[in-house]
């Protein structure tokens, strides 16, 4: 986002499959920047109702979308002209999430 948006480096896109599962997400990723990092978010939206979360950590923008709100409001579209690095993670990581 670099050099399109004065407000943030990057911009963090993912989805869960259902609002419990997003809030579960966010949760760990609150957790994870808290205990490896030192890190709080700057401001927390949507994290009751689980459609989207927004977690603002200021350089880094961080969303949880259901596919459903995913689908509607399209940030990827939205932000296509920004460079994009999509994470595959290991296949061990895959099989074990499910």
């Known amino acids: 986002m670099r050099g399109l948006v004065t407000y943030t480096d990057y911009l963090v896109v993912t989805s869960g499959r259902t609002p419990r599962q997003t809030q ?3 949760a760990e990723v609150r957790q994870r920047l808290k205990d490896d990092h030192g890190l709080l978010p700057h401001r927390v ?3 009751r109702e689980g459609e989207w ?4 950590l200021l350089d880094v923008v961080f969303h949880c979308f259901t596919p ?3 689908e509607f409001y399209r940030l990827e579209r939205l932000w296509r002209e920004a ?14 999430a499910r």
């Open 24 to 26: 579960a997400i966010a």
């Open 83 to 96: 460079p994009q690095r999509v994470y595959e993670p290991p296949a061990e990581a895959a099989e074990a």
């Open 68 to 70: 459903e709100a995913r």
């Open 53 to 56: 979360i927004l977690l603002d």
């Open 45 to 47: 939206e949507g994290e």
